[in-house]
């Protein structure tokens, strides 16, 4: 019976965007429609990212972590993985999983420079850099922005894709698309061509 209303109880958190939300501090949930992934479009990018069993899947600049925990829950036998630079961030994405008790995600604290994409499978990005290119609406101002820090992102995880072997995929949502190498054939993409799904050639 313990066990029936365990995963009950988990299952509630995947219903809506809403229940979702209820995960964090209002203060964080406020932010959500603007830099959080809607959870239709977690759903949908993590399917197509969970190619088979052992996939190792980050997303860049994680934030709270729903992509991974909306992926994690419906995909079980991929590991999505999540670095974020912001620790508060960080932090409340590692309280979302110890709530719903995912056991195939992973978060770090970090910056996506500081990490080897040789140790994933496939990738996914919500357009992490683009606070940098806008004088408003950034999650908070405990960071640095700026141009040129943009385009150091945008270069670097260009660098790191075109180093992927062929048949890698990516997800990118509301990018500009300056980090994507020309050796990513776009597959698939909803009407509106916010979200898109690239494989490397």
Partial sequence: MGNIRNITSRSSWYVSDAAFDWLYPQRIQKLSMQHWTPMEVAK?????????????????????GKFCLIGGYHFPEATFYGIEQRKELYHYARAAKELTEAKNVEFIHGNFTQIDFEDFDHF?????????????GQIDQQIEY?????????????????????GTRLVTFHSLEDEIPPSYQLVDATVDFLLKMWVKR
């Fill in 146 to 166: 700026s141009s040129s820090l943009y385009n150091y992102y945008a270069r670097y995880m260009y660098k790191g894709l075109d180093s992927k072997p062929s």
């Fill in 124 to 136: 996914y990005f919500y357009n992490a850099f683009f606070e940098n290119l806008v004088e408003d």
């Fill in 44 to 64: 949908r990018s993590a399917g197509f990212l969970a190619t088979g069993d052992g996939k190792r899947i980050l997303d860049i600049g994680s934030g709270v």
